[in-house]
């Protein structure tokens, strides 16, 4: 390897991993100290070098995804929480978890579309590396309005998964909501956004969370100024219970006449139900109404939550 460092990660992640030494006696070996050892084996499983599985024994998460599975068909992969969680904890380990998981589904020459959002700037931050060769991370909704282009914020997001990934990033400089449906079919005609249109419709994998106005770890599109007043009067008389990449639904999964995805520039769900995986990413209790109506889409084939939230989707 060019890196020393990633050469004597990896040999002492073999070390530990493969022949049972002790970091002391690696220590020995390489002529350094343990904590040196210690910092080798983390930099090893930060960059993709070393990668752990556990497969556990029949437990209480086996049988909630096994129950998950069974009643929606739904592959779920549940986070160990403790009841005195607060959301806000829950949501962090959720969303470490989701790193985790990523990188056995995306690889080379594939496609990732993400819908930015406050789940998956928290996923961005704990990405691990994996080198993947002619990928791209594709913007799925557009992030603007009345107060910034939103441009940074998406943008960001993006660099950390296209830095994780060793992919190409693609932006989607659109609003997240025209003013008027005739301007987004206006600008939907144009090559340019043609492109990134033909590009989210090719993904491979989508990763999304769900937006709800009523958790504890508050949706973007709810506190970002990207709604006003008559929004939010007509997304509660048209009964609306989340958003899926800014597109909104209903508890039995309907979305098709909501009046404001008419405006909304994130993927219609048959655009997203193309891709053959479909990541779903969500945690906190609040957040129940919300997941029984995405799952009622039927966009849902990955699920990762907590247990908890695991939990309450069966009872009820």
Same mark, same amino acid.
Not at 27 to 54: D, F, K, M, N, P
Not at 234 to 242: D, F, I, N, P, Q
């Given at each position: 390897?060019?890196? $020393?460092?990633?050469?004597?990660?990896?040999?002492?992640?073999?070390?530990?991993?493969?022949?049972?030494?002790?970091?002391?006696?690696?220590?020995?070996?390489?002529?350094?100290?343990?904590?040196?050892?210690?910092?080798?084996?983390?930099?090893?499983?930060?960059?993709?070098?070393?990668?752990?599985?556990?497969?556990?024994?029949?437990?209480?998460?086996?049988?909630?995804?096994?129950?998950?599975?069974?009643?929606?068909?739904?592959?779920?992969?549940?986070?160990?929480?403790?009841?005195?969680?607060?959301?806000?904890?829950?949501?962090?380990?959720?969303?470490?978890?989701?790193?985790?998981?990523?990188?056995?589904?995306?690889?080379?020459?594939?496609?990732?579309?993400?819908?930015?959002?406050?789940?998956?700037?928290?996923?961005?931050?704990?990405? $691990?590396?994996?080198?993947?060769?002619?990928?791209?991370?594709?913007?799925?909704?557009?992030?603007?309005?009345?107060?910034?282009?939103?441009?940074?914020?998406?943008?960001?997001?993006?660099?950390?998964?296209?830095?994780?990934?060793?992919?190409?990033?693609?932006?989607?400089?659109?609003?997240?909501?025209?003013?008027?449906?005739?301007?987004?079919?206006?600008?939907?005609?144009?090559?340019?956004?043609?492109?990134?249109?033909?590009?989210?419709?090719?993904?491979?994998?989508?990763?999304?969370?769900?937006?709800?106005?009523?958790?504890?770890? $508050?949706?973007?599109?709810?506190?970002?100024?990207?709604?006003?007043?008559?929004?939010?009067?007509?997304?509660?008389?048209?009964?609306?219970?989340?958003?899926?990449?800014?597109?909104?639904?209903?508890?039995?999964?309907?979305?098709?006449?909501?009046?404001?995805?008419?405006?909304?520039?994130?993927?219609?769900?048959?655009?997203?139900?193309?891709?053959?995986?479909?990541?779903?990413?969500?945690?906190?209790?609040?957040?129940? $109404?919300?997941?029984?109506?995405?799952?009622?889409?039927?966009?849902?084939?990955?699920?990762?939550?907590?247990?908890?939230?695991?939990?309450?989707?069966?009872?009820?």
């Amino acid at each position: 390897m060019s890196d $020393p460092k990633a050469a004597s990660a990896l040999r002492a992640a073999q070390m530990y991993y493969l022949q049972d030494m002790t970091m002391d006696a690696i220590a020995g070996e390489l002529a350094t100290s343990r904590s040196s050892v210690s910092r080798l084996l983390s930099h090893a499983r930060e960059t993709g070098l070393v990668e752990i599985q556990i497969h556990p024994p029949q437990g209480p998460e086996l049988r909630l995804e096994e129950a998950i599975r069974g009643r929606y068909g739904i592959a779920a992969h549940i986070v160990p929480t403790s009841q005195n969680m607060s959301d806000v904890e829950r949501f962090e380990r959720v969303a470490m978890s989701a790193a985790r998981l990523l990188p056995l589904f995306f690889d080379s020459n594939m496609t990732l579309g993400i819908a930015w959002g406050s789940t998956l700037d928290a996923i961005s931050r704990h990405l $691990p590396k994996k080198e993947t060769h002619n990928s791209t991370v594709v913007q799925l909704n557009g992030a603007g309005n009345t107060f910034t282009t939103g441009v940074d914020y998406a943008s960001e997001i993006l660099h950390r998964f296209g830095q994780a990934l060793g992919a190409g990033i693609q932006q989607f400089p659109v609003p997240a909501f025209f003013d008027d449906p005739a301007t987004k079919e206006a600008m939907w005609r144009e090559r340019s956004t043609r492109r990134v249109l033909d590009l989210q419709a090719r993904a491979d994998v989508i990763l999304f969370g769900l937006g709800s106005p009523f958790a504890e770890v $508050p949706s973007r599109v709810y506190i970002g100024g990207y709604l006003d007043r008559s929004d939010y009067r007509s997304l509660r008389e048209e009964k609306a219970v989340g958003d899926i990449a800014t597109v909104f639904y209903r508890q039995d999964g309907s979305w098709r006449d909501i009046d404001l995805n008419k405006r909304a520039t994130g993927p219609g769900f048959p655009v997203l139900a193309r891709a053959s995986r479909r990541i779903c990413v969500v945690s906190g209790l609040q957040k129940l $109404p919300s997941l029984r109506g995405a799952i009622a889409t039927r966009l849902i084939t990955d699920l990762v939550l907590d247990e908890h939230l695991a939990e309450q989707l069966i009872a009820g």
